[in-house]
């Protein structure tokens, strides 16, 4: 299949993100373009595909480092093939489980106490009576130690 390039307008398009995001995802080293004639900007079109996997991850909250590293993984002299994805999501798996969990716990934790020291939720004071957790720190502990939790499985 050859490999279509495209133009830094068009990327951004097609990835729905400004062509100065891409210029700072380029200068943070995770994504490449190469120069035409004219010293524009020329990508590959599986640019758009780390583009797209940088934007969900982002709004997972992972770190633009963490997915630097993950995107070491990739190779940079060819198109990464199924393969390559793959060994990239066994290295995050556990970082997206972990995160999955914990979205899991909060989305199930919403109508019961969290610790977080109000108690203003009828479970409170079976939870935390007088706000008991805050010995254990600041933030809504039992959504903390769930967290915690999730992390050792
Ligand atoms: S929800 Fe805040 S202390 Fe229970």
Redesign the pocket.
């Known amino acids: 299949m050859a490999e279509s390039i495209w133009t830094v307008g068009r990327v951004a398009k097609r990835c729905g993100i400004k062509v100065s995001t891409l210029h700072f995802y380029e200068e943070k080293g995770l994504i490449s373009s190469s120069r035409n004639t004219g010293n524009q900007r020329r990508y590959k079109a599986e640019v758009i595909r780390r583009v797209s996997v940088i934007k969900a991850a982002q709004k997972m909250g992972i770190s633009l480092a963490a997915i630097k590293q993950a995107f070491a993984t990739l190779p940079e002299e060819r198109t990464p093939t199924q393969r390559d994805w793959q060994k990239l999501s066994s290295q995050w798996r556990q970082e997206l489980n972990d995160r999955i969990a914990y979205l899991e716990r909060l989305r199930d934790s919403l109508t019961g106490?969290?610790?977080?020291?109000?108690?203003?939720?009828k479970n409170?004071p079976i939870?935390?009576a007088e706000?008991k957790l805050s010995v254990e720190g600041p933030g809504p502990v039992l959504l903390e130690r769930k967290r915690a939790q999730a992390g050792q499985k």
Do not use: E, Q
């Open positions: 106490c969290i610790g977080c020291g109000c108690l203003s939720m409170c939870y935390n706000d």
